[in-house]
């Protein structure tokens, strides 16, 4: 997100200038911050402490981390491991999390890193037209998270309608009844291939039903992409991926409006799952929707 950061990749490795270098992890960007919001939580390096770098008219949330842990190839392979990646996250997430409950606070990416605090300082600087617009935006609003899945079909019997006709016991019908056969199967074939498209466009419309009323409560709305099946399992077919910024005092509506369209008729063939109050991670760049237009990028 944040264009001039020193970010370690393949083709900008974070050096280090002598051997017991360290750089500036920076969580987020805030705007009045209490350092004792953050005190004595871990961060990305337990030991050393989570605190308030000032630029400007607002402050970083910001850590020392030892930059041999942190450089390009090293922290390349951490992130690799599946659960080293899930204990990064969470500890970024839980720094920022602190700081928003006692300030307006605007995220950062996983693993924005610079070579020591005037470094940062000067990068943020550059960016604090950006941030200040962003918090603005934000301030005294949260993110909530909607995930609209189709209801797998209830299971049946074993399906006839793959066996192609003449696939009985040889000599089991009169020789006039294989044309019959034949249309029953075709006509199986069409009858469950209808249901299906059936069964997508009322879970497509569903899907735009609950977007509708999320919206309808919502400062602005963002799409995003669905998961497919390897990621929900069980869950079903993923129709709907959506964030929806919502203003602190609105809770109240947001749980209102979910619940009467899970009650609704056209919403029985969809499973609504909704997460948050969150920090508004979809909402601190622009690729979102104001007004209650839907987002067309999907």
């Known amino acids: 997100m944040t264009r001039t950061v020193e970010q370690p990749g393949p083709r900008q490795p974070l050096r280090t200038e002598t051997s017991a270098a360290v750089a500036t992890y920076v969580f987020a960007v805030c705007r009045g911050g209490d350092p004792a919001a953050v005190a004595g939580l871990s961060g990305q390096a337990p030991g050393t402490p989570v605190r308030l770098l000032r630029f400007g008219s607002l402050e ?3 850590q020392d981390v030892p930059a041999a842990e942190f ?4 922290l390349r392979e951490r992130l690799a491991d599946r659960a080293e ?19 307006p606070t605007l ?3 996983l693993a924005t890193l610079y070579l020591g605090d005037e470094r940062a300082r000067v990068a943020l600087r550059a960016d604090e037209r950006r941030f200040l617009a962003v918090l603005e935006r934000i301030t005294g609003r949260v993110e909530w998270g909607v995930k609209v899945y189709a209801r797998p079909e209830a ?4 399906d006839r309608s ?3 006709p003449g696939s009985g016991a040889p000599g089991s019908g009169a020789a006039g009844s294989g044309a019959r056969s034949g249309r029953a199967y075709l006509e199986r074939v069409r009858g469950a291939r209808q249901d299906r498209e059936r069964r997508q466009q009322a879970g497509l419309a569903a899907a735009e039903a609950v977007d509708r009323a999320l919206r309808g409560i919502a400062v602005a709305s963002r799409r995003l992409r669905t998961h497919d099946t390897t990621l929900t399992g069980e869950r079903g077919v993923q129709l709907l991926n959506a964030a929806y910024l919502v203003a602190e005092a609105d809770e109240h509506d947001v749980a209102a409006a979910v619940r009467e369209v899970r009650r609704s008729p056209a919403c029985r063939s969809v499973e609504v799952e909704v997460t948050g109050p969150w920090v508004p991670y979809s909402f601190v760049d622009d690729s979102f929707v104001d007004g209650g237009e839907p987002d067309a990028r999907g």
């Open 60 to 62: 970083a949330v910001v």
């Open 71 to 74: 450089d390009a190839e090293t």
């Open 85 to 103: 990646l899930e204990r990064c996250a969470r500890a970024h997430h839980s720094v920022i999390a602190a700081m928003s409950g006692s300030a």
């Open 107 to 109: 995220p950062l990416p």
């Open 155 to 158: 299971k049946q019997g074993p």
């Open 162 to 164: 793959a066996e192609a």
